[in-house]
């Protein structure tokens, strides 16, 4: 299985052969043997599940966002802003629990769902309290992000290959050490390096973590059909969801960031 650019989906277990997947040829994905066969699976209770289905995929991922979105509206609306910072730190830890201790679990997604919820509930009610309208057209944008990748991965124009797993993981990578440089040069220079001041490099940085979020959700589309076509069971599509809800909170996030620097004074 392709290693993505999500810890979430990096380390995942393989089963049996091919089903469903969202490849609408049908047809083994590359590495594959050629013509292979669907095995029937056990159907006793304890045994085995179903092999995962696009749809079961599709469900999960729906209803962990629709969860996060009603946790951010609560927040929003009854004003729970002291609960951010519980919630950035749950939410921490189950992603880095779910992350390297890969298991499809509906519980923990869920609760990740929640916490996520919250904190961006909260940073989007004051975010919207300084710039009217900025949420709105962060989910939006967000929106749109998201189905234009979809087209670009179910179209195929852009292919997923090792190559492009690993641009994009080490564009995350690098993404990352700038972050935590800038925090670290903030405590000796105001504003750190510059990345998150508003300025023209702080837009730029900006542009570069939203497309490289975007290349991401490539990776996790095309990892959760490889999850697919090597039938794991169907409750795999819980951990399916974890990363898509992961990514998709990512950039969110930077999108509204970057939203904000053009409606600074």
Do not use: C, H
Not at 115 to 136: C, E, H, N, T
Not at 176 to 192: E, S, Y
Request: positive net charge.
């Amino acid at each position: 299985m392709r290693t993505s650019s999500n810890p979430a989906f990096r380390n995942l277990p393989t089963q049996g052969s091919g089903y469903a997947t969202f490849n609408t040829g049908g047809q083994a994905a590359p590495g594959y043997q050629a013509g292979y066969q669907q095995q029937p699976y056990d159907s006793r209770p304890g045994v085995s599940e179903r092999p995962m289905t696009v749809d079961d995929v599709v469900l999960k991922t729906a209803t962990s966002f629709g969860v996060t979105l009603v946790a951010g509206f609560l927040t929003a609306f009854f004003q729970a802003y002291y609960l951010a910072l519980p919630a950035v730190l749950v939410g921490f830890g189950v992603g880095l629990f779910l992350s390297f201790r890969p298991r499809p679990s509906a519980p923990l997604t869920l609760i990740y769902a929640v916490a996520q919820g919250v904190a961006l509930g909260a940073i989007s009610a004051l975010m919207d309290l300084r710039f009217p309208g900025i949420v709105v057209q962060a989910l939006i944008g967000t929106a749109g992000v998201f189905a234009g990748m979809l087209v670009v991965y179910k179209t195929g124009a852009i292919r997923v290959t090792p190559k492009l797993t690993r641009w994009v993981i080490g564009a995350l990578v690098g993404v990352l050490v700038l972050i935590l440089a800038n925090i670290v040069a903030g405590f000796f220079v105001p504003g750190g390096l510059g990345l998150r001041d508003g300025g023209a490099i702080a837009i730029i940085f900006s542009i570069v973590i939203i497309g490289v979020a975007a290349f991401a959700l490539l990776l996790d589309f095309d990892q959760a059909d490889e999850m697919i076509r090597s039938g794991m069971d169907a409750k795999w599509a819980w951990y399916a969801a974890f990363g898509l809800t992961a990514t998709i909170v990512m950039l969110y996030l930077e999108i509204l960031r970057l939203l904000s620097y053009f409606r600074q004074d």
